[in-house]
């Protein structure tokens, strides 16, 4: 099977997922099973296409899927602060940050190996089926609330806000992140940056 | 939609994201898969917060869970090309020398 049919296959495989979850959704939950069928399946298949590509500027803007579906996910959670700092961060900084990285290093096309991934995804799935068991039992003994005695969903970015701030919750953590971001940063250049002995020494004219 | 769902859809990003770690032999797809694996916690703290008291503690932990993302990305990606400089390869297992 030459490449493009490979291709062909995948993506519209992908595209009958995403539509079958979508309808599952709309029928078994309403309009908010199918926004939760949209934005999961969107998040799953973004993740899929990133391991299938074999370019790495394919993979990293199919990332921009699984992090706007996250977005979508948080919304559909009721933290509409948090979806905004995850477009914001995610899709603006780090999958920028990504980018950059694949523009600095060469291209490796031959990398990708559809058996070593099935092989890798079958060992995963096993180890993951033996704690199945255990986060299943640990998910009975959740303290979870039936959907009718939740609290309503209201906005929440003056609350986190004052949650940053106020000297009883948060604001030692929120300065520490300032902090280490600040150390991060600096390091980061400090650590990419090349050596003056890298510099071959100007020709004199 | 339940609890049960949001943890569902976790739980395959994190397997996705461990797979690509695995799986790839290139230093981005490490990232890539760091990521997924990230995004998989928050989804996971957002949701059970959500469904719980009604506190805000989840969404302050997948704040800063998202802050040192950000961080971990910067340094990453440092040090990406530091190793590409010195050894001339992106691929994870040619890193195998202390000093050069």
């Known amino acids: ?205 | 939609m339940g609890v049960e769902a949001y943890m569902g859809v976790a739980g395959v990003l994190f397997v996705l994201g461990i797979v690509c770690i695995i799986s790839r032999r290139n230093i981005l797809y490490v990232l890539m898969g760091i990521e997924m694996i990230l995004n998989a916690a928050n989804i996971n703290f957002v949701a059970i917060n959500r469904f719980g008291n009604g506190g805000l503690e989840g969404r302050m932990f997948a704040i800063f869970v998202i802050i040192l993302a950000a961080a971990e990305a910067a340094i990453a990606l440092a040090i990406v090309l530091n190793v590409f400089h010195l050894f001339q390869s992106i691929r994870p297992s040619d890193a195998d020398m202390l000093r050069d």
Do not use: N
């Not at chain 1, 993740?47 to 977005?71: H, P, Q």
């Open chain 1, 1 to 205: 099977m030459s490449i493009l049919h490979q291709q062909r296959a995948f993506y519209g495989l992908l595209t009958l997922a995403i539509l079958t979850s979508v309808g599952y959704g709309l029928v078994s939950h309403g309009a908010e099973g199918m926004a939760f069928g949209f934005f999961s399946s969107f998040t799953i298949a973004g993740s899929l296409m990133c391991i299938w590509e074999r370019s790495v500027v394919r993979s990293a803007f199919s990332l921009m899927a699984t992090f706007m579906g996250v977005a979508g996910l948080f919304l559909l959670l009721g933290s509409d602060f948090l979806a905004m700092a995850q477009i914001l961060i995610y899709v603006g900084g780090i999958l920028a940050l990504i980018l950059f990285g694949v523009m600095l290093t060469p291209p490796d096309l031959g990398e990708r190996s559809l058996p070593r991934i099935g092989g890798t995804l079958v060992l995963v799935l096993g180890g993951a089926s033996l704690v199945w068991k255990h986060v299943m039992d640990a998910t009975e003994s959740l303290a979870v609330l039936p959907v009718e005695e939740l609290t309503p969903m209201t906005s929440q970015d003056q609350s986190v806000g004052l949650a940053f701030l106020h000297p009883e919750q948060y604001v030692v953590a929120f300065e520490l992140a300032a902090f280490l971001l600040t150390v991060a940063l600096v390091a980061a250049v400090y650590i990419a940056r090349r050596r003056t002995a890298d510099f071959e020494p100007e020709e004199a004219a």
